[in-house]
C-alpha cells in the first residue's frame, strides 16, 4: 500500500488513454471520477482537468 509520501506518475500512453476515457463519459461520470480518487492522484488530476475545460462544478 502507498504512504503518503509515495507519488503516483502516468506515462504518456497511460495519461492519454484516460483523457481518451474521460472524453467519453457525461459530464456527472467525470465528477464521479474526481471524488472516487479523493481528489488526489494523477486521475484526480485529470478529472480536474476535463472538469475546467467542461465548466463541470462538483
Request: cysteine-free; hydrophobic content about 50%.
Amino acid at each position: 500500500m502507498a504512504n503518503h509520501e509515495t507519488k503516483t506518475v502516468l506515462d504518456d500512453a497511460s495519461a492519454a488513454a484516460v483523457r481518451l476515457m474521460l472524453d467519453k463519459l457525461a459530464d456527472h461520470d467525470v465528477a464521479e471520477v474526481y471524488e472516487a480518487t479523493s481528489g488526489q492522484g494523477p486521475i484526480a488530476d485529470l478529472a480536474a482537468e476535463a472538469m475546467r475545460a467542461r465548466n463541470i462544478d462538483l
